[in-house]
């Protein structure tokens, strides 16, 4: 069972711990610095990812119902919990969050082009490329 619970004083330690597989840490940042820029970005939307009731990762979304704009800014699967479905489940979970709010139409995800990129991940979610860059990442869509 995959739920997305707030990052709360219970939590936020053992969510800054979570560790990237090895070579992983040219894609996605730490978990500490997500919760820290959350921490000053009124439109961010932070949870960490249990599985049943074990922390395994955090999704970190920007949401701005006013443009309306909506994206993933971070996805973080533990080393010790990834390839077992949980980061597919979670980020359905997000889509599902996502198409419920005022005019959402599309997510949009970046990534960092590279051999180990997760845009096959996000590819077999329904994201396509934009053919965009920003800040050196690569744009993916998904229409809502």
Request: charged share 25%; net charge negative.
């Amino acid at each position: 069972m995959i739920s997305l619970r707030e990052i709360n004083a219970d939590n936020v330690r053992a969510a800054c711990d979570l560790e990237l597989a090895p070579g992983q840490e040219r894609y996605v940042a730490p978990a500490a610095t997500s919760i820290a820029e959350a921490h000053y970005e009124p439109a961010s939307w932070l949870r960490a990812i249990y599985a049943d009731d074990e922390l395994v990762g955090l999704v970190l979304l920007f949401l701005d119902a006013e443009k309306p704009e909506y994206g993933v800014w971070r996805l973080l699967i533990a080393a010790g919990h990834q390839g077992k479905g949980y980061g597919r489940r979670a980020m359905q979970l997000v889509i599902e969050h996502v198409r419920a709010l005022p005019n959402a139409t599309e997510l949009l995800v970046s990534y960092v082009p590279g051999p180990a990129d997760p845009s096959a991940f996000y590819r077999r979610l329904g994201f396509e490329d934009t053919e965009r860059e920003e800040h050196g990442e690569r744009v993916m869509r998904l229409t809502l």
